[in-house]
């Protein structure tokens, strides 16, 4: 299973944000975020700095949408990004990664660990878009921006 597969699969299997912006908004974009290389920081640094890692980088997404949007942690390394209404999905794809990327912190070992991620945006609108739709369109760019290498968007 792909990572945009397994997003996708968590998203369908609950979400209330996700049905919020199905019910609520008109037209918006979405973005779904794997970390690159979690598993190996994770490893090195123990789960405690895994954990404080995840957080770190839920933080700094909800910093980079706040009053325009929503971010919330999927479990395991992935995350949802919403933002209602009109908006330019390369410009909020760039922000993501970069709040990512500002993540960090100590580990035990007196190092500072950190992650890139990889993310797929796509826009609904209108009353033939659907969140469904760019939701799969997400979880399609996202597969792509991993197979890019990590550290990449990729909007659908």
Do not use: C, I
Request: glycine content about 14%; proline content about 4%; overall charge positive.
């Amino acid at each position: 299973m792909t990572p945009g597969e397994r997003v996708f699969a968590g998203l369908r299997a609950g979400g209330s944000l996700l049905d919020r912006a199905v019910t609520d908004w008109p037209d918006g974009t979405l973005a779904v975020l794997d970390l690159d290389r979690f598993g190996w920081v994770s490893a090195r640094y123990g789960s405690a700095a895994g954990d404080a890692l995840l957080a770190a980088v839920e933080h700094g997404l909800r910093a980079a949408v706040a009053g325009a949007g929503h971010a919330v942690a999927l479990g395991g390394d992935q995350f949802l990004v919403l933002v209602p209404g009109p908006t330019d999905p390369t410009a909020l794809g760039r922000r993501l990664l970069t709040a990512v990327k500002a993540a960090r912190v100590r580990t035990g070992w007196g190092r500072t660990a950190w992650v890139s991620a990889s993310a797929g945006l796509a826009s609904w609108a209108g009353p033939d878009g659907t969140v469904d739709a760019a939701l799969r369109s997400a979880a399609q760019a996202l597969t792509a921006a991993k197979s890019a290498g990590g550290n990449h968007w990729a909007v659908s």
